[in-house]
């Protein structure tokens, strides 16, 4: 026998409950032929079904109605009888074993026996001090400090790589900053470039608000135009500061320090409910996966891939994308600079 596969643990949403009616019905209406002397526990039964006293208490409990009198219980015990007489039509037309109605119990009774076997051990699940303060230390570089960040303003044009095109809006951005340079309370730090970003920037997002590009984080890692502005930026220190003009493959840049803030290690007491939440979380994904293991691995399911892999007439699925055909091989060209950012 095949040894069994790793199985992920499952856990169910919440919405599969609302089919434990469906799964109490077809309970109900499969627990045997009628009896001709039924029991002082069976309160009703028909053919291929019985409403036992246990059925009964449940359905009292779980259903709102009036106080308890002998009409509240006939009443509902039609609801019950009902329910059975309809869950025994449904077996007597095989709809128990249409695949989706099958995929719907079977995830009622998993919800089940997660709820039965599983949920206490996922509720005891506690996290120590020690632990929480042991994963901070342990991460406190990688997660738990907020890397040095700036904020710019830039007046951009994509000039293409071109030269001509650098000649032409060049001039235009020595002007501007010279008159920056010069201008004092003319262009007041936090507004950037103010008004002359309106008609000296290709950049559109930031055009109407001085070229302001909001807060960037000083790491590596970002695409090669948003890469060039942060090297431009990373060696202005002073607010109001102006890098030089480049002219590059990506466009022609000139980057104004608004802000700059420096690394910060965010202190423990801000983040250990984070990193206790985090961590119980990960203790209760191993614990499912344990779970579900443990029972597979006990069922040693038998598998049959030559059967699997003959299988034919397979209907689309959902989300899965068709296979295209492989193209031949071509050159690939370059690619071409966005217009704007």
Same mark, same amino acid.
């Given at each position: ?114 709820? *039965? ?71 007041? *730090? ?152």
């Amino acid at each position: 026998m095949p040894a069994p596969a790793t199985h992920r643990s499952v856990m169910l949403p919440c919405h599969c409950l609302q089919w434990s009616g469906v799964l109490a019905v077809l309970m109900l209406a499969g627990c045997g032929k009628k009896e001709s002397a039924p029991d002082a526990n069976v309160l009703a039964q028909g053919e291929g079904w019985s409403v036992r006293a246990d059925d009964f208490r449940h359905w009292w409990s779980t259903r709102p109605g009036p106080a308890d009198s002998p009409q509240a219980r006939t009443e509902a015990l039609d609801r019950l009888v009902e329910r059975a007489t309809l869950a025994a039509a449904a077996r007597q037309a095989g709809l128990e074993r249409d695949p989706e109605t099958a995929a719907q119990i079977d995830a009622i009774l998993i919800a089940r026996l997660q709820e *039965v076997r599983l949920a206490p051990q996922l509720a005891a699940v506690k996290v120590s001090d020690e632990e929480v303060r042991a994963r901070y230390d342990a991460q406190r570089e990688s997660a738990f400090t907020q890397p040095e960040t700036v904020r710019v303003a830039l007046l951009w044009f994509n000039t293409r790589g071109q030269q001509p095109l650098v000649d032409r809006y060049r001039p235009r951005l020595e002007q501007i900053r010279a008159e920056v340079i010069a201008g004092g309370d003319q262009f007041p *730090v936090a507004a950037g470039f103010g008004p002359a970003a309106v008609g000296n920037t290709e950049h559109k997002a930031s055009r109407l608000i001085g070229g302001d590009l909001g807060w960037l984080e000083l790491r590596p890692g970002s695409d090669p135009w948003h890469q060039t502005v942060l090297d431009l930026a990373a060696p202005l220190q002073n607010p109001g500061d102006l890098s030089e003009i480049l002219a590059g493959e990506d466009g022609l840049f000139l980057v104004r320090l608004i802000e700059r803030r420096s690394a910060a290690l965010k202190p423990y007491e801000a983040v250990s409910a984070e990193i206790r939440k985090g961590l119980v979380e990960e203790q209760r994904k191993r614990l499912q996966e344990e779970f579900t293991h443990r029972i597979i691995s006990q069922a040693q399911p038998e598998r049959f891939p030559a059967t699997l892999a003959a299988l034919t007439n397979l209907p689309n699925r959902a989300g899965a994308a068709s296979p295209s055909p492989q193209p031949a091989a071509v050159p690939v060209p370059a690619p071409s600079k966005p217009s704007e950012h």
